[in-house]
């Protein structure tokens, strides 16, 4: 195949009988935080284009990219893992991928990795199995002594919350979903770390482990003066959770 004789930005290209899948993580800051899900897709589809990138198209009467990304970050939360799977048409360097997409991103939506998945995986969204996350809360938790509060809302046996689910609300024992929290407060800034379980399997947000930790604490719970940022997306390798980047290709060829 003669890259020079293919316009691959050309919409309906399909892809060939060979096909080569990215893993790209990338961010979503202070600038792009109320952009949402289908605005984040619509935007990397623009930018693969002006990039010029070999990608795939669907065949059919409506080709499109051949685009997926993990599970959509709530609205005003920053992170610095999002991910998305992108299909190629051609196998060049993971770098270029990265490189080439960040001439093209608006300020706020930067990758910081490309890799060529060359393992046999489950797509970005269906691998999540954990999430990371640093929680700036307010002015309530500075007084407190964290740690030992931690530990004893983490020895309950159960942490009772009321989910919403797509009929109705249910009252919901979110403890087993609870990896770990941390006070990782620096100065006056109070800061705590979520490790949370993710994913289509099990899925627990930070908003109502805090909303659960203030009223463990007795504190009024106000949503709007708490901020939300994703450190990462995990996966299981083994009997450890890693990166949704991390031992399923290669980053150089």
Request: proline share 4%; charged share 30%; net charge positive.
């Amino acid at each position: 195949m003669n890259k020079e004789q293919i316009d691959y930005s050309k919409k309906g290209f399909t892809k060939p009988k060979e096909h080569y899948i990215y893993r790209v993580k990338f961010t979503k800051g202070e600038e792009v935080k109320f952009i949402g899900h289908l605005d984040i897709m619509r935007l990397f589809q623009r930018a693969i284009k002006r990039a010029k990138l070999p990608v795939a198209y669907s065949q059919g009467f409506n080709p499109h990219q051949l685009l997926s990304f993990a599970n959509p970050l709530t609205l005003g939360t920053t992170s610095e893992g999002e991910y998305g799977d992108f299909e190629m048409a051609e196998r060049i360097e993971p770098s270029i991928v990265k490189n080439e997409l960040n001439k093209t991103l608006p300020k706020g939506v930067k990758v910081l990795d490309s890799v060529l998945i060359t393992k046999k995986t489950d797509s970005a969204m269906a691998s999540i199995d954990g999430a990371k996350y640093i929680v700036y809360p307010d002015k309530k938790l500075s007084q407190i002594a964290l740690d030992e509060e931690i530990k004893k809302y983490l020895a309950q046996k159960e942490i009772l919350v009321m989910k919403k689910t797509k009929k109705n609300e249910k009252i919901t024992d979110i403890r087993e979903d609870i990896f770990d929290i941390k006070d990782i407060s620096e100065g006056e800034q109070t800061k705590l770390y979520l490790y949370l379980a993710a994913g289509s399997r099990r899925n627990l947000k930070p908003e109502p482990v805090l909303e659960s930790f203030y009223q463990f604490l007795g504190l009024d719970f106000n949503k709007y003066s708490i901020k939300y940022h994703r450190l990462d997306l995990m996966r299981t390798e083994g009997q450890n959770l890693v990166g949704l980047a991390e031992e399923i290709g290669i980053r150089e060829l």
